[in-house]
């Protein structure tokens, strides 16, 4: 059985850093492109930052570059979303998720390529 079991989050001032986990089982972790996506209250779930296989390449959204880094640790079956300065506009529930079609170098930003999603964390962030 694959799960994705995500912690970190919570509630934050604007500036500040938070750090998101994802630990992956069931499932050969290093097969599978991961990503970070987010769902803000009467919004589309919405593409984040995603990962190769390798951890070789990333790839963010516009408004997250240069605040957030995605990583991962394959010996671990983790994937992590550090989040060093956060804004009020990042508040939404964060989901990971594990994509095993995408090729090895590849990360795709749609929802409907994704395998397996983990349960969401809610991130709040106050001005």
């Known amino acids: 059985q694959v799960q994705l079991v995500q912690s970190g989050g919570g509630l934050a001032q604007a500036g500040d850093p938070l750090r998101l986990s994802c630990v992956a089982s069931g499932l050969t972790f290093s097969s599978y492109a991961m990503g970070w996506f987010r769902q803000a209250p009467g919004k589309e779930r919405e593409f984040v930052a995603g990962?190769?296989?390798?951890?070789?390449?990333?790839q963010y959204t516009d408004s997250v570059k240069g605040r957030f880094t995605i990583s991962r640790d394959n010996a671990k079956s983790t994937v992590y979303l550090e989040m060093d300065t956060v804004k009020p506009e990042d508040t939404a529930v964060y989901y990971c998720a594990a994509d095993r079609r995408t090729a090895a170098a590849g990360i795709t930003v749609t929802t409907t390529s994704y395998d397996y999603w983990g349960q969401g964390t809610q991130v709040t962030v106050s001005s």
């Open positions: 990962i190769s296989r390798s951890g070789a390449y990333r």
